[in-house]
């Protein structure tokens, strides 16, 4: 029996035709989104039936209010609902991982096209490639190829052509010796940009092609000095060829799907082959299973982000509805993609690699998520390796009498000489004693990232790029504050090498302070102690597996400093961006600053443009206002 009259009231009143529901909570809040061929059946089935699925029994528990909207036809209702999820992120959906973890690949429609990296897809006739889910390693790619492929990669807000700014004349006249001839020509540079698309879409043997094609032309003109110029760029374009594995003999554009998981959480894997090349492989990570539809959802979740279209989709299993997911990628593609499920072959085989991969990730973050939530192997065994046996021993009779272990991590971050900022992160594991009858069970320990405990610190003492300066003041500043009540750490984690490490057991010296600290460098994950004697300073290298339980919990706080100080660095940004010493003229509106930017590109371009000319734009006494206070720079 439903207790709530208002919905009662609209169960009556729902429509016999296809459309989309929004189930809202009491602080109408949008707990549920879904679709369905006749409304009126599918909305009330959740209420005129015996629920089993305990996800499905809290949701209707949760159901304040019903909302609805009717569409033509069931492939209208899928577009709509998968819009609507994303808006509204909805608590018992099956959700992939938000899609603010994921990174795009741009290349801008524009005289000169810029690359760069973005995160959402917008209709604005810039080509994408994506969505990726580890940045900073298809950003190492991006850096490499830059070297092959000479094109712009800042972003032009001002909107001024990169051949009309200094900067952009400085940049290309360094860079303009290509395969291809002089970049300054609009059309050669087009040709650059049309041979890394087609790199970055599997073609990479056409473009070796090219390369050999041209090497040729200039030996047969006997300009030898070109060809050998070429022929080194020609070897730094195989070795980036050699990471794409050929593993199809035909050359086939194919996504391969499979995935693993247990309980409510699964990883799927996806194999990106083009031209048969395995260009690159993908994880996602799936909650909120219901059923079996998780499949069907992640097509229409991935493909709604992607612009990179295959010829054929292989899966591991039948889709509930076939049809529709088709039209849905006839929708958005504007062709024909075929859905297989294949069992043998090149096909079968392909699908075993893809369910392996998604096995060894799920195993890789279901032991990271074991002791990081539910137990203490991981940072035991990192103490182990900090202490020794036997120091580790006492050291953990105190800890189980204190009940907490506490993790504080650093890092730094610049915006250049005067947007240098560092951040701390805090990660916690506490006992939690379980008892039943009036006797004491067992103590187990429960850890995660305390947020509430993170800190943001602006440089003060000094301007410039200078990562141990700004790590010497945000150690100095935080331990200053030992005596108001902040918890000491058991153990500093920085992120760095042995450079940054030593720069902070020298300013702990300093302080007084004698604090197990270690250090984790990204390139090689390895893991420094920092180790002192009176005031001797030198660093050992801890042995942790990269791929163990210390080694997976000390990158996931890592990964959590480094994301926290990113997202600092570009709140900073974003507020200098809106700063300008144009700011400081008295009379000066908005408008009039944006039309100078737009026109000129920065303030440095002002300074240095005709008097008459800053007259014309913005009258006598203004540009005398502007002069002078652009004369103080």
Not at 454 to 466: C, L, S
């Amino acid at each position: 029996m439903i207790d709530n009259n208002q919905i009662k009231r609209k169960l009556k009143i729902l429509p016999k035709a296809s459309g989309v529901y929004l189930m809202l909570n009491k602080d109408k809040k949008v707990i549920y989104v879904g679709k369905a061929k006749v409304l009126k059946n599918r909305v009330k089935s959740y209420f005129n039936r015996k629920i089993q699925d305990d996800k499905v029994a809290r949701l209707v528990e949760n159901i304040a209010d019903i909302q609805w909207f009717e569409v033509d036809s069931e492939l209208e209702a899928l577009m709509l609902e998968t819009n609507l999820i994303k808006k509204y992120r909805p608590k018992y959906n099956v959700l992939m991982k938000d899609d603010k973890n994921y990174v795009y690949l741009k290349i801008t429609k524009e005289e000169f096209p810029r690359v760069y990296f973005v995160r959402k897809i917008v209709d604005d006739g810039s080509k994408y490639f994506g969505p990726y889910t580890d940045k900073y390693e298809v950003e190492e790619l991006l850096r490499l190829l830059n070297r092959l492929f000479p094109f712009f990669r800042y972003s032009n807000k001002s909107g001024i052509s990169p051949m009309n700014s200094k900067m952009g004349q400085e940049l290309f006249y360094k860079r303009a010796k290509t395969v291809w001839g002089d970049i300054t020509d609009p059309q050669v540079y087009e040709a650059m940009i049309a041979d890394f698309g087609a790199f970055m879409s599997g073609k990479s043997q056409m473009v070796k092609d090219f390369f050999c094609l041209e090497m040729n032309r200039a030996a047969a003109v006997k300009d030898f000095e070109r060809a050998a110029w070429i022929r080194d760029r020609l070897e730094q374009l195989q070795k980036m060829m050699t990471r794409q594995v050929v593993v199809v003999s035909k050359a086939e554009d194919v996504d391969v799907i499979s995935s693993f998981g247990q309980g409510k959480i699964i990883f799927v894997c996806l194999l990106v082959v083009r031209t048969g090349k395995l260009i690159d492989i993908k994880y996602f990570e799936i909650k909120n299973i219901e059923d079996n539809f998780f499949l069907d959802w992640f097509l229409v979740d991935y493909y709604s982000m992607t612009q990179d279209w295959p010829q054929k989709i292989f899966c591991e299993a039948g889709l509930n509805d076939h049809t529709l997911i088709s039209d849905f990628l006839y929708k958005k593609s504007g062709k024909r993609i075929k859905i297989f499920y294949p069992m043998k072959s090149w096909g079968g085989k392909l699908i075993s690699l893809a369910k392996r991969n998604a096995k060894a990730e799920y195993q890789r973050k279901a032991i990271l998520m074991s002791f990081a939530r539910n137990k203490q192997d991981g940072w035991w065994d990192l103490m182990k390796s900090v202490f020794g046996q036997e120091k580790f021993d006492f050291w953990k009779k105190g800890l189980e009498k204190k009940g907490i272990f506490r993790v504080e991590a650093y890092d730094i971050s610049n915006l250049g000489d005067k947007g240098v900022v560092g951040a701390l992160v805090v990660w916690e594991s506490k006992v939690k004693v379980a008892v039943g009858n009036k006797t004491l069970k067992k103590r187990e320990w429960y850890g995660d990232f305390q947020k509430s405990l993170y800190k943001r610190f602006q440089i003060k003492t000094f301007e410039g790029q200078d990562d141990f300066g700004a790590l010497k003041e945000v150690l100095g500043r935080r331990f200053k504050h030992r005596e108001k009540g902040w918890e000491w750490p058991d153990i500093i984690l920085i992120d760095g090498g042995k450079g940054q490490l030593s720069v902070v057991m020298a300013t702990l010296i300093e302080l007084g302070i004698d604090l197990p600290t270690i250090s984790l460098a990204k390139q090689e994950e390895e893991v420094w102690l920092g180790k002192r004697k009176d005031d001797e300073i030198w660093c050992e290298k801890l042995s942790i597996e990269k791929d163990g339980e210390a080694g997976l919990w000390l990158r996931e706080v890592r990964d959590e400093i480094h994301r926290f100080v990113i997202g600092y660095q570009r709140a900073t940004r974003k507020n200098m961006m809106k700063k300008s010493i144009l700011d400081e003229v008295e009379g000066l509106g908005p408008k009039t600053k944006k039309k100078l930017l737009a026109k000129y590109g920065s303030v440095r371009e002002i300074k240095q443009i005709n008097q008459q000319d800053l007259i014309d734009l913005v009258g006598k006494k203004m540009a005398e206002k502007i002069r002078k206070k652009l004369m103080e720079m």
